[in-house]
T-cell receptor, first 116, second 115 residues
Framework: GAVVSQHPSRVICKSGTSVKIECRSL??????MFWYRQFPKKSLMLMATSNEGSKATYEQGVEKDKFLINHASLTLSTLTVTSAHPEDSSFYICSASRSGVTDTQYFGPGTRLTVL | DQQVKQNSPSLSVQEGRISILNCDYTNSMFDYFLWYKKYPAEGPTFLIS?????DKNEDGRFTVFLNKSAKHLSLHIVPSQPGDSAVYFCAASVNYGGSQGNLIFGKGTKLSVKP
């Protein structure tokens, strides 16, 4: 149980276009979903936390107008990278928890974004 | 199919003793492994990594062991401290020509270190 999926697993887009990444909890309801961005080799940076039905809470330094997060249902959250630039190329991972920020997080497989 | 498995959801250890967290993987292409530590309400923080060309990597109180034939790695913390109480995630990836591929995470093991 507690499976989280992401779609697509890889995406390549042109600079200036927008890309949407989906995160789904397949067998449980996720009150809270998290979006992370992985920097080369090691660090995983929390971008934002979203609760179902409310606006996402963004971490300092993350542009909310560039990284649009929607958590419209208890099983789906989306991250839209708007007007993508090559520096947005990265590995984006979502995680989901049943009941809030202190509950166990289950990670998705990640999405590799490459902006040309 | 889960490619990275942490079969113990929780572990309780006495302060000063050794904590051993285990991780198994199924994809023989994985060649880079990482451990992350996560406190409640915070994002995971990188702890230690190991490349498949090694079987051991040590950093202070933390040592990661890799057994490629068994597709198994473990994280040893010694001596364990109450501040080590957290959830530990194992992750694996395939390096493509020096570029790290996607990280695949296990489900985590919650470590409790009792004073």
């Amino acid at each position: 149980g507690a499976v989280v999926s992401q779609h697509p697993s890889r995406v390549i887009c042109k600079s200036g276009t927008s890309v949407k990444i989906e995160c789904r909890s397949l067998d449980f309801q996720a009150t809270t979903m998290f979006w992370y961005r992985q920097f080369p080799k090691k660090s995983l940076m929390l971008m934002a936390t979203s609760n179902e039905g409310s606006k996402a809470t963004y971490e300092q330094g993350v542009e909310k107008d560039k990284f649009l997060i929607n958590h419209a249902s208890l099983t789906l959250s989306t991250l839209t990278v708007t007007s993508a630039h090559p520096e947005d190329s990265s590995f984006y991972i979502c995680s989901a928890s049943r009941s809030g920020v202190t509950d166990t997080q289950y990670f998705g497989p990640g999405t590799r974004l490459t902006v040309l | 199919d889960q490619q990275v498995k942490q079969n113990s959801p929780s572990l309780s250890v006495q302060e000063g003793r050794i904590s051993i967290l285990n991780c198994d993987y199924t994809n023989s292409m994985f060649d880079y492994f990482l451990w992350y530590k996560k406190y409640p309400a915070e994002g995971p923080t990188f702890l230690i990594s190991i490349s498949s060309i090694k079987d051991k990597n040590e950093d202070g109180r933390f040592t990661v062991f890799l057994n490629k034939s068994a597709k198994h790695l473990s994280l040893h913390i010694v001596p364990s401290q109450p501040g080590d109480s957290a959830v530990y995630f194992c992750a694996a990836s395939v390096n493509y020509g020096g570029s790290q591929g996607n990280l695949i995470f296990g489900k985590g093991t919650k470590l409790s270190v009792k004073p």
